[in-house]
C-alpha cells in the first residue's frame, strides 16, 4: 500500500491516503547528541517538508522508546514497539552495539531500519547477509576513516603505524574508540602496524617513550 501510494504521488492529479507507523528507537540521555530531545524536533521537521513534496495525504505516526544505547534494552524496546501494533520503519538506535540486534532482526521483519550510526566496519562487511535493511545514514563510516588513514600512509611512503586509543574516549558512543582503531588495524594490511590500549590515568609521556621511542619516526 505504502508503494503504491508512493507511486501514485509522482503522477498529476493522482491522490493517495494511508498511513506511517514510525518507530524512533534512540536514547532520553540529553548528554548525547542524538537524544530524543535533539531528534525528535528533526523529525517533525521532515515529516512536514515530506508533506510538502508527497501528492499523497499521508499520516505520519511517531512512536517512541528509550534505547539507551543499550544492546539489550535496544532490541527488548524494538520487539516491544513491533508487536504492540504496526511499525513501517525504524529510526535508531544510533550506537553500534544498540544498532546491530535490531538491523540483524528487521530483515525478518521486513522492516527497513535507518541508523545516522552503525558506524563499524561489520555494517559494511555483512551489509547483505546480516544487515539487509539498514541504511547508515551518518556522516561518519569507520570504513571510510581507514580508507583515508590508508592513503596518508601511501601517500608519505610509510611503511607501518602504531594506533594508541583509549577504549570509551569520547563517552558518547560505547567502545566507539576501540571500533574505530579495530576497523583501521584490520582493514590496512598493507602496512605493519600494531596497537596499544591506553587508560584514562595513564602516564602518556612515558607510553610514548615506550611504545612509540623513534621506531615509528620518518623513513622507518
Request: charged share 20%; proline share 4%; glycine share 6%.
Amino acid at each position: 500500500m505504502i508503494l503504491l501510494c508512493f507511486l501514485l504521488a509522482i503522477l498529476p492529479g493522482a491522490r493517495c491516503e494511508t498511513e506511517i507507523q514510525m518507530a524512533l528507537l534512540v536514547p532520553n540521555d540529553t548528554f548525547r547528541p542524538f537524544s530524543v530531545d535533539k531528534v525528535l524536533p528533526a523529525v517533525g521537521v521532515a515529516i512536514e517538508k515530506a508533506r510538502g513534496i508527497m501528492n499523497v495525504d499521508v499520516n505520519f505516526t511517531v512512536k517512541y522508546a528509550d534505547s539507551q544505547c543499550h544492546i539489550g534494552v535496544a532490541i527488548n524496546e524494538a520487539i516491544k514497539l513491533r508487536y504492540s501494533g504496526t511499525v513501517h520503519v525504524f529510526f535508531g538506535p544510533v550506537c553500534d552495539y544498540a544498532v546491530a540486534p535490531v538491523a540483524r532482526q528487521s530483515k525478518f521483519w521486513n522492516i527497513p531500519v535507518v541508523s545516522v550510526g552503525a558506524m563499524a566496519d561489520d555494517f559494511y562487511n555483512f551489509r547483505q547477509l546480516d544487515y539487509p535493511y539498514l541504511t547508515r545514514a551518518g556522516p561518519v563510516i569507520f570504513n571510510n576513516v581507514a580508507s583515508g588513514v590508508r592513503e596518508v600512509l601511501d601517500y608519505f611512503s610509510w611503511n607501518k603505524f602504531k594506533i594508541l586509543y583509549q577504549q570509551n574516549g569520547n563517552g558518547v558512543f560505547e567502545d566507539s574508540c576501540k571500533i574505530m582503531s579495530s576497523t583501521i588495524f584490520y582493514s590496512v594490511t598493507n602496512k605493519k602496524s600494531d596497537h596499544f590500549k591506553i587508560d584514562r590515568d595513564s602516564d602518556l609521556e612515558n607510553i610514548l617513550t615506550a611504545e612509540l621511542g623513534d621506531s615509528y619516526g620518518e623513513g622507518r
